[in-house]
């Protein structure tokens, strides 16, 4: 599909200097941000709202298949090159200089069907190490974007894909050590979607960019000159006063009088919105729609809803009506005084869908049965606290910070065990959205001081991969650690507080007696798997084919059904599946608090 250039991105007119000052100074609390009123601007001001078409990020396409050794499956390998661009944001001002996968922001969609494997190269082009996590995915260890696992420049890296869980919208985003700001924010993100053909029996909306809408939500902020302000300096927060949809600041998007699936994603680095649809004109309420899916798919029912919180890297998706509308404008908006952030001129403004007149013809249903979703079975207790919190001009968890090598795995979780972690806001009138890698979890619970949020209907019908903490907020979820073992992270998804060590680590031990035979995969930073220099020789067709037929062979992905069943085998004949087993005598990964990762070993201290 043909990508919009420049006439489909945002054009602005040259505003005064004047107003075009801004500063990086964040509050320190909610009270500071209630109190405080803020200009109408931060960066240079953008006034031209939804006068510009929204673009659909073009599908990626293989750059070749190869066949699985082992299962004779194709696998399909991408290449991505990291490359820096320019923009023109702002009319009368200079581009803004980006850097996005395949030189654009968002980078290319990946649309997969369940089930095929994909290898994708990232090749880094720009002046700056990267680490790709696919968002979403249950990757073995070291293809899941450990932070450490950095390609430098004119290296690439080689991500091995399962492609196996439910149908979803993934995001695929960078996730390098100490920058993962900058990089995300000036354009390394982009949409992975695993698709399945027994979703299309639902006859939801369906056709990307023709009903089926990918909806790329980030808020940034520009220099007087059209350049883009950067995050290195932000310790606290970047909230943006110019939102943006697929890379458009305020778009507009032509529909038809009928009904739409809108996948939304919040790729912002600090922002969280809360969404609602209303008339351009005449009536100010706001307009139900029924929310079908979140991070993991699709939901067992759908649930109506007249506004929705979507915090940093969570996944909603809605359908919208839009018949009863023809000829009329919708706009999308966001509602002011979310959590802690804070609020510019506009940014209670997202875009605008301008409706046709007259009447189609739309066969697509939303029926009241959807998906068998896997939740974890209940349990009870609470396996893991964890505090999410600021201390001495710091982001910790735990009271510890990722830098710190020797304390940062906070959890050792068995292999296929049910755990319930509790996650508190631990104060100060901040927000976190926490993601936990490799698993999805089930929300069970929230509380806060003044009772102002519980859970929603959107929360509990399906799974989850991130959960948002409001201030003073906490909330408890359930997973199932499995199927694989290895060290994984979790961290709040404001990426500055991230880049500033609100990271840490769990690992999913291995079982010793298992009695199951496989690969290793539990070491994110095995030297084997790590970023290699870019040389003509390993580019051929030849090499590449040798490469990923080589990752095959060592079976990553293709027993994971065969795994899970070994994993349930092994705990019904254990006293329970919540509790860790007792670690043999001599055990190799005993059950101890804190692990370290030097180069390609794992080592307990």
Known sequence: ?????????????????????????????????????????????????YQFPMPIPPVKSPKMTITNPVTGKDINFYEVYINQFTQQVYPGKGPATLVGYDGMSPGPTFIVEKGRETVVRFINNATMANSVHLHGSYSRAPWDGWAEDVTEPGEFKDYYYPNSQSARLQWYHDHAIDHTAENAYFGQAGAYIIHDDDEDSLNLPSGYGVHDIPLILSSKQYLNNGALFSPAGETDSLYGDVNHVNGQPFPYFNVEPRKYRLRFL???????????????????????????????GLFTMPTTASELYISMAERYEVIFDFSPFAGQNITLRNTPDVGADEDYLHTDKVMQFIVSSGSVIDTSTVPSSLAVVDFPPPKSGVDHHFEFHRTNGMWKINGVSFAEVDNRVLANVPRGTIEIWELENGGG???????????????????????????????????KDVVWLGPGETVRVEAHY??????????????????????AAFNVTKLLD??????????????IWRAEAVTPAKMTTAAITEKVQFMASLEPYNNVDEVMDELDLYWASHKKRSAPAPAPAGSEVPVKRHMRIEGSRIRMI
């Not at 912002?268 to 993991?296: E, H, M, N």
């Not at 993601?435 to 929230?446: E, G, P, T, Y």
């Not at 298992?514 to 030297?527: C, K, Q």
Request: charged share 20%; aromatic share 12%; hydrophobic share 40%.
């Open 1 to 49: 599909m043909a990508r919009l250039l420049a006439s489909s991105f945002a054009l602005a007119a040259a505003l005064p200097a004047a107003l075009g000052l801004y500063s990086t100074g964040q509050p320190a609390s909610k009270a500071a941000h209630s109190l405080q009123k803020r200009s109408d601007w931060e960066g240079a001001p953008y006034t031209w709202l």
């Open 482 to 503: 499995a199927p694989w073992d290895g060290v994984y992270m979790f961290h709040c998804h404001n990426l500055i507080h991230e880049d500033h060590e609100m990271m």
């Open 266 to 296: 919040n790729a912002a680095v600090s922002r969280t919105y809360l969404l609602y649809f209303r008339r351009a004109t005449g009536s100010s309420a706001k307009i139900p729609f029924q929310v079908i899916a979140s991070d993991a």
């Open 514 to 527: 298992l009695g199951y035979n496989e690969t290793d995969f539990r070491d994110p930073m095995a030297e």
């Open 429 to 463: 009138g901040w927000s976190h959205p926490i993601h936990i890698h490799l698993v999805d979890f089930k929300v069970l619970s929230r509380s806060n001081p003044d009772d102002s949020r519980t859970l929603y209907a959107y929360e509990t019908l399906g799974l």
